[in-house]
């Protein structure tokens, strides 16, 4: 990705709580202009309509948040919209446009606080405003130092009813590479792997086509596709000469290929970027061009590293119904653990799911 591509991403800081400037909960809704109570479970309904729409738009709008918003008219939807590719329209204006003359009276449901300021598009809260929408709510705040409430606050000032929070746990789950990155710098890191039951990623000889099935395989290109960046260790790719590239129908961009030491001459995975040295520089330095989910595949040196410096935002593991059943294969970590079990670092299972006949298993660390 290329420092211009990525000249709209909003560069983030540490920041308050997704419940708003103060932190505070959404006020009590008053009754909509036009007299008719919208009730918060049609809220919540509404809301997770634009989730929905928003997770339509990640494989196009980044770098910018992947945002969904939808009109409705006495809680029925009449529009809806998602961010456009970069420099195009965001997910706000996209809906007001399809609603039309519509969006008077309305109230306006959208998953990330709309923007004040000026970048490569006009200001979101001035076509709010001049749409006439008499209600915003908002899932959660956005973070970036350019919005951080400015966008609550002047809706207010112009007289809309602006509330937060309804829907924020599943859009900050949508979210959660955007959010972390306006707030530290750095990508979400996402660490992944395919083992047997029993911890291992290959034999003894080096043989691991295939550990998992053809379905999780495919869903691992999914999550590929969902990432900015994917990252390696240099013996990963003198080992397996990995090419790092989604393989799905229909995919045109491909993530930035990203190697911890120095790749061979000739290895596919090649044209890459090349890092030694300080693991947070290199994220700060990933963030900086605009990467905000990365994808670590590998090794099992490299995963050690990350987890130790505690710099894994999130683990997917593929488990296979497979044995390996000695120690001499290769293990998914490789590096000092903890010396008593006091010291296990315990984390917070996501979910888990069936995919063909292995689990995908998510770990927050």
């Known amino acids: 990705m290329s420092r211009d591509r990525a000249s ?19 006020r009590a809704r008053p009754s909509p202009a036009n007299g008719t109570r919208v009730d918060g479970s049609i809220d919540r309904v509404n809301m997770a309509h634009a989730a929905a729409v928003g997770r339509t738009a990640r494989a196009e709008s980044r770098p910018n948040p992947w945002v969904g918003a939808v ?15 970069v420099g195009e329209r965001h997910a706000e204006v996209v809906a007001l446009d399809a609603a039309g003359a519509a969006a008077r009276d309305a109230t306006l449901y959208v998953t990330l606080e709309p923007c004040a300021h000026t970048g490569l598009t006009p200001p979101c809260t001035a076509r709010i405003l001049e749409a006439g929408v008499q209600r915003v709510v908002i899932a959660v705040i956005d973070p970036d130092p350019r919005v951080a409430g400015r966008g609550v606050d002047e809706l207010r000032a112009a007289g809309a009813v602006v509330e937060i929070g309804c829907g924020a746990e599943e859009v900050a789950r949508d979210l959660a590479p955007y959010l972390h990155h306006r707030r530290t710098g750095r990508p979400y890191v996402v660490l992944k792997w395919a083992a047997t039951l029993d911890g291992r990623t290959a034999a003894p000889d080096g043989s691991s086509r295939w550990v998992t099935s053809e379905a999780a395989r495919l869903d691992a290109h999914r999550l590929r596709a969902d990432s900015d ?16 590239t989604v393989r799905l129908p229909g995919v045109e961009r491909q993530p930035l290929r990203v190697v911890l030491g120095t790749a061979p001459a000739g290895a596919r995975v090649h044209p890459c970027l090349e890092y030694e040295g300080d693991l947070v520089e290199t994220l700060e330095d990933l963030g900086s061009r605009g990467v905000l989910q990365l994808l670590v595949e590998g090794g099992a040196s490299t995963a050690h590293a ?3 410096a505690g710099l894994v935002d999130r683990i997917v593991a593929y488990v296979a119904p497979a044995l390996m059943g000695g120690d001499d294969g290769a293990p998914v970590i490789r590096g000092e653990g903890a010396p008593t079990i ?3 670092r315990r984390g917070r299972f996501v979910s888990v799911a069936r995919v063909g006949e292995d689990l995908r298993v998510e770990l927050e660390p």
């Open 229 to 244: 960046a994917v990252l390696v260790g240099a013996g990963t790719v003198r080992a397996d000469d990995p090419e790092l």
């Open 306 to 308: 990350l987890l130790a």
């Open 71 to 85: 009109v409705a008219v006495d809680g029925q939807v009449v529009a809806s919209g998602a961010t456009e590719p």
């Open 8 to 26: 709209d991403v909003r560069r983030g800081q540490p920041h308050s709580s997704a419940a708003g400037p103060s932190g505070a909960a959404a």
């Open 342 to 344: 006091d010291a296990v």
